[in-house]
């Protein structure tokens, strides 16, 4: 499996990156810290014909991420388009775009880690946004085990 990391926690991505390791040791992993990169990289591994299988995403980019479901609402609504993992989903769906496309791309499993999950309404507002699910914020490694599996099959 092929497994992107979008978080701006080194020590976040650090964690993660070696629960997928972990679970997975064959595992291409790559980690990014901002939006743009994490759609650079996206593209670069469609182009390459290794597409990425699944994307552990930050939900707030700018490290001021709360527990409260104003930290949620705030991410949810921030004009900024790089302050929010939420923006990325919309930004690598092949369906979400004005253009014929000229192939299939293939979109990675979307799964949003935050602290601010605490409740179904919380995962019903992000997987709205275009996320597959949400998990809460550390990632625990039965979650990756699962997550992983998922992505295997």
Sequence with gaps: PHVLILDDS?????????????????????ACSNCNEACTYVS????????????????????EESTSMRGLL???STEDPLSSGLN???????YETDEMPIHMSFK?????????????????????????????????PQAVQVLMHFCVS
């Design 88 to 94: 990325v989903p919309e930004r690598i769906d092949p």
């Design 10 to 30: 080194e020590v976040i991505r650090t964690a993660h990156y070696n629960l997928v390791v972990e679970e997975h040791p064959n595992a291409i992993v790559h």
């Design 108 to 140: 990675p499993m979307v799964a949003l880690v935050s602290k601010c999950i605490q409740k179904e309404a919380h995962v019903n507002a992000v997987v709205h946004r275009g996320c597959d699910l949400a998990l809460p914020k550390p990632l625990t």
């Design 44 to 63: 670069w591994a469609e182009a390459a014909e290794k597409p990425v299988h699944l994307l552990l995403l930050d939900l707030d980019l700018k490290d």
């Design 74 to 76: 705030t991410c949810l």
